[in-house]
């Protein structure tokens, strides 16, 4: 015996009714009962079994909307990170993604097996607010632009972010922000507050527990 469709194509609403409809709920939940209801619900059934029926399903749900929203990312998480490697001269590109950073040496020994020489690496850091960082240098390229790669500067993430707010006013403004820097100017500013912290740490003086 053939099961008949749980949605028919031809009874569609528009969005015009979806819209038409939300807006003539008492609430936001009398809305999304009616709509659930309307779509799970046979022609013939009742309104006291299509409020049940939809009560039901809601509550079944709702375990996985507590579990979804638990998942959310916090405002500064990184979402994904993409490494893609293009050649210039025949316009090749490879690109793979990640949900996670690489170690310096992880990134080294991946372009290894897959990079030329001459090869443009990018490595791009998307975060949960739609910034994004673009990092690249040419292949081959040593540890200094690897670890710039693949640990941004937190304080031009927090400038980044500073930015992110002064252009919400702005109508004209994307949806995200990028950065776009050479590794090797990364790895420079990076060696260069690596240096200071040093050369800090020598001229404090180191306090030994008395015995």
């Not at 079944?60 to 998480?77: G, K, L, V, W």
């Not at 002064?166 to 990076?190: C, F, I, M, P, R």
């Amino acid at each position: 015996m053939a099961m008949e469709p749980l949605f028919d194509p031809t009874q569609q609403k528009s969005p015009a009714q979806v819209r038409a409809e939300y807006a003539a709920a008492e609430s936001p939940r009398q809305w999304l009962e009616r709509e659930v209801a309307d779509f799970f619900a046979q022609p013939a059934t009742s309104s006291e079994e299509r409020q049940e029926l939809a009560e039901s399903i809601l509550e079944a749900d709702s375990t996985a909307f507590s579990e979804f929203i638990e998942t959310e990312f916090e405002e500064h998480d990184l979402v994904t990170l993409t490494i893609t490697i293009a050649d210039q001269h025949s316009k090749r590109e490879t690109l793979a993604a990640f949900p996670g950073l690489p170690s310096p040496t992880s990134l080294l020994w991946a372009c290894c097996q897959v990079a030329e020489p001459g090869n443009v690496v990018s490595v791009i850091h998307r975060f949960a607010t739609g910034v994004e960082i673009s990092m690249s240098a040419v292949w081959p390229f040593g540890m200094q632009e690897a670890v710039a790669m693949t640990t941004p500067d937190p304080e031009e993430l927090a400038d980044m972010y500073e930015d992110d707010e002064d252009e919400e006013d702005d109508e004209t403004s994307g949806n995200s922000t990028t950065l776009v820097a050479s590794a090797h100017q990364v790895a420079v500013a990076a060696l260069g507050l690596i240096a200071l912290g040093v050369v800090l740490a020598r001229l404090v003086p180191s306090r030994r527990p008395r015995r």
